[in-house]
């Protein structure tokens, strides 16, 4: 029987959109204030959903206290207060827009998981905007 278990996060940071082949104006045109030269941040909410059959002996799809144990450990310790241009090698040479902050959690998370579980990331960089990612949400 598979079961969805979910756990949630915060993390604060700081990015700047912007595309380096383009132009300044068309950096504005297509970010607006996103494009702001001095960054600005956002309150992320992040909900880490994982589904996989119960295990006999606990009655747990995974533990979710090692659950939030990793997210803190690997995501809130890496992004948290933090300017993700500047900061974060991960976005180095990556925009960091709420679609691409989205797949490389999943892609920091997936490997520490059990093959057998299938892994969902949902990203609010505000109250209304959303992100989604991950192995099931697509099916």
């Known amino acids: 029987m598979k079961v969805k278990v979910a756990r949630t996060a915060h993390f604060n940071a700081a990015h700047r959109l912007n595309n380096p082949n383009w132009s300044v104006e068309k950096n ?38 090692w659950l939030g144990s990793l997210i803190k450990t690997e995501i809130e310790n890496r992004f948290d207060h933090k300017n993700l241009n500047l900061d974060c090698k991960e976005f180095a040479n990556v ?35 959303l992100a989604e990612y991950g192995d099931f949400m697509m099916s």
């Open 28 to 65: 504005k045109n297509v970010f607006g204030k996103c494009n702001n030269p001095n960054f600005h941040g956002h309150n992320y909410s992040l909900t880490v959903e994982i589904i996989g059959d119960i295990d006999a002996d606990t009655g747990y799809v995974v533990d979710l206290g």
């Open 95 to 129: 925009n960091p827009t709420s679609e691409n902050i989205v797949v490389i959690i999943y892609q920091i998370l997936k490997p520490k998981l059990r093959t057998d579980l299938l892994l969902n990331i949902k990203l609010y960089e505000t109250e209304r905007n």
